[in-house]
């Protein structure tokens, strides 16, 4: 049994009157420690079927229907409980904006310690130590620095750091990262990767890696899905598409890759 | 370079206005210099002079005394009613915000329809329930109060509770009461800082129109509005009944406006 199995996600919005499908029966699957891309161009349902597989996408105005199974429960139907359990312990997500996905007003340290503090009951010191460890363990220069730093003192790079951080502080099953290196530049994008295929190394993490740039998923994953308007149009080994794309799509995908001498060329 | 000089004279005018205010207040408080109710028929119409500063009024009691007994009524009524309706709007704007749905739908339906009532006739109207008083001109402006508060918290907490630090708490699994309790409420506090003061101008301004309407504080006890209005009838014989009243609720208003606005613009 694989570990994440999506089959036939749909997830539509009702507005008042229409009803608007973001993402059109959508299958995915993951085993541990895979490592797969889903590319397209902005606005093709990505971040939604991240949010869904996330269990993040509010319950009034979306309908969600399909199976989303981790590890052999159905996230879609469980009960609350269960899924805040699950999503605590063995999913967690980074997202795109370093700016946003930190609270302005706390401090980061307290911010990576959030997830302890959720689901453990730990003295703070131990807390501490764990914060600190998982600071280092993305690789900040400085973890007791940035431990007692606010969000605004750190850079875009550092914020995302610490983002990973204390996203797998938990040491989670699956990580889910949502373009997490589009508001950086080029060279902190390419550490960013390097971070991310040595967590899944190291700790067997599995990654789901969102982003519109083809050649930094060609760089991170082996699998990759292509999605347009809410459809998964291309699927397979990235390697493969990326040499001999079949969608005319994915061609232009991939010729809006900027030259960058970080990347080997295909 | 030119504005902010501008601000800098405005915050300090707005300081000495407030700081003034708060001086009556606390002698209000502890010590006027003569009972504010005591009549002296000797005195009726007494003009100003160094025994009475600002007069005295048609029954004899010495203004000064009253304006400050009628500046502590009128801040602590301003004050309760700005608590009331910061603290009730913000269960309402929380409660709307953070869980929408038919909940929200119906308190802003609710809420609309109250502020689109004039505040005036709405706490006519709660006082022609509840009798008049201080007690009910509290609650009448107090639930005229909620409605603006509530929606600016609506607003913030819709616009906090979808940024992606809101969702990565949700996916640690921490509960409703938490993410609104730690994650949200403490930001709230910049767009809290600046309607309290605006709103507590209103009620300001609120409470001494309710009282010059006789909504509130019963005679013979001083409030400013009051004293305004049994002025009325005096107005060109005895004007200073009239003017002192007047004069300490516009230096409360531009005070509080003042120092409001250099604070706004400042942040
Ligand atoms: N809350 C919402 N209600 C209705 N429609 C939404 C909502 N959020 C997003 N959408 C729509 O869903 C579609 C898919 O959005 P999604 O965020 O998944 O795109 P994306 O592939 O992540 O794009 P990007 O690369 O810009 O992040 C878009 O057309 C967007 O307009
Ligand atoms: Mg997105």
Redesign the pocket.
């Known amino acids: 049994m694989s570990m994440l199995k999506v089959e036939d996600l749909c997830i539509k ?1 009702h507005d008042k009157k229409t009803t ?1 499908t ?2 059109y029966d959508v299958d995915l699957e993951m085993e541990k420690g895979d490592i797969l891309g889903i590319v ?10 991240a949010l869904a597989i996330a269990g993040l996408l509010s319950r009034h ?2 309908e969600k229907s399909g199976h989303i199974t981790f590890e052999g429960i159905n996230l879609l139907e469980v009960e609350r409980k269960v899924l805040r359990k699950i999503q605590g312990n063995e999913i967690s997500m980074v997202f ?1 904006e370093p700016l946003n996905s930190l609270n302005p007003l706390k401090k980061v340290g307290w911010q990576v310690e959030e997830s302890l503090r959720v689901h453990t009951v730990m003295d703070k010191a131990e807390m501490k130590e764990r914060a600190i460890q998982a600071l280092r363990d993305v690789e900040l220069d400085n973890p007791e620095a940035v431990y007692n730093s606010y969000p605004h003192e750190l850079s875009g790079g550092m914020r995302q750091r610490a983002m990973i951080a204390a996203a797998m502080i938990i040491q989670p099953r699956l990580l889910i990262a ?2 997490p290196t589009t508001a950086l530049d080029v060279t902190i994008q390419a550490e960013i990767v390097e971070l991310l295929k040595r967590i899944n190394k190291e700790r067997g993490t599995a990654i789901l890696f ?1 982003s ?1 740039d083809l050649s930094l998923v060609n760089s991170l994953c082996e699998r990759v899905l292509v ?1 347009q308007n ?1 459809l998964v149009v291309e699927s397979g080994n990235c390697e493969e598409i990326f040499r001999n794309p079949r969608q005319e799509y994915t061609k232009k995908l991939i010729n809006a890759i900027p030259k960058n001498p970080f990347f080997k060329e295909a | 370079m030119d504005k902010s000089k501008n601000q800098k004279v405005k915050f300090i005018i707005g300081l000495t206005l407030v700081g003034i205010i708060f001086l009556m207040m606390i002698a209000g408080i502890f010590c006027t210099p003569y009972d504010p109710l005591a009549m002296d028929m000797s005195a009726k119409f007494a003009g100003v002079s160094f025994k009475h500063i600002m007069g005295c009024d048609n029954f004899g009691r010495d203004i000064f005394s009253r304006v400050l007994v009628g500046v502590r009524e009128t801040m602590f009524v301003s004050a309760t009613v700005v608590f009331i309706g910061t603290f009730v709007g913000i269960i309402i704007g929380t409660v709307t915000g953070y869980f929408g749905g038919w909940v929200d739908e119906i308190l802003m339906r609710i809420n609309d329809a109250v502020l689109a009532f004039p505040s005036v006739l709405l706490a006519l109207l709660v006082i022609g329930v509840l009798g008049g008083g201080t007690h009910s001109l509290i609650i009448a402006l107090g639930i005229a109060f909620v409605p603006s508060f509530a929606r600016i918290v609506r607003g913030e907490v819709l616009r906090i509770r979808n940024l992606d630090y809101i969702q990565c708490v949700r996916l640690y699994g921490a509960s409703h009461l938490r993410i609104i309790v730690v994650h949200i409420l403490p930001n709230l506090r910049t767009v809290l800082l600046s309607s309290v003061l605006i709103g507590f101008n209103n009620a300001v301004l609120a409470e001494a129109g309710m009282n010059y309407l006789g909504m509130g504080t019963q005679p013979p006890n001083p409030s400013l509005g009051l004293m305004l209005s049994e002025a009325q009838s005096v107005i060109f014989t005895n004007p200073w009944n009239a003017i002192f009243p007047g004069l300490v609720i516009v230096m409360m208003i531009l005070g509080f406006s003042l120092l409001s606005d250099a604070m706004e613009n400042k942040s």
């Open positions: 919005v608007d973001l993402v397209g161009e902005s606005g093709s349902g990505k971040t939604m079927t105005d979306m795109q949502d373009e969102i519109h999605m809410g």
